[in-house]
């Protein structure tokens, strides 16, 4: 059986989740302008990573933070799983991996 996450402790990890789509919407270049680049360009790339090292080290600091005030590790975890979620998708979308098979269409 699940345990549930004390009311408390939820606004706390809310804010985790979004704080973490916020940062990485800000530090990183949309999903489309990456995905239409690729490892060649060496400049675009690292700028990427530089935004996705930003964009990290935010969200888990803000995790850090609300996880000492909260007295529970859930924001801290749930911190910890957005970047590494996050990170994988813009490295996914950088290398231009077709996850599902898909191929560059011209309409």
């Known amino acids: 059986m699940a345990t549930k996450l004390p009311s ?3 606004g706390p990890t809310l804010l985790a989740i979004t704080a973490s789509l916020s940062a990485f919407g800000e530090f990183l270049p949309p999903l489309r302008e ?3 680049h690729t490892l060649d360009d060496a400049n675009f790339a690292a700028d990427v990573r530089l935004g996705e090292v930003a ?3 935010f969200v888990l600091g803000l995790g850090a933070i609300a996880s000492s005030l909260t ?3 859930a924001p801290a975890i749930v ?3 957005m970047v590494a ?3 994988t998708v813009y490295e996914t979308a950088l290398r ?3 996850l599902f098979g898909a191929t560059n269409v011209n309409l």
């Open 96 to 98: 231009s991996i077709h």
């Open 55 to 57: 964009a990290s080290a």
């Open 85 to 87: 979620m996050l990170v």
């Open 79 to 81: 911190s910890l799983l």
């Open 8 to 10: 408390d402790q939820v």
């Open 34 to 36: 990456v995905r239409g």
């Open 71 to 73: 007295g529970s590790m």
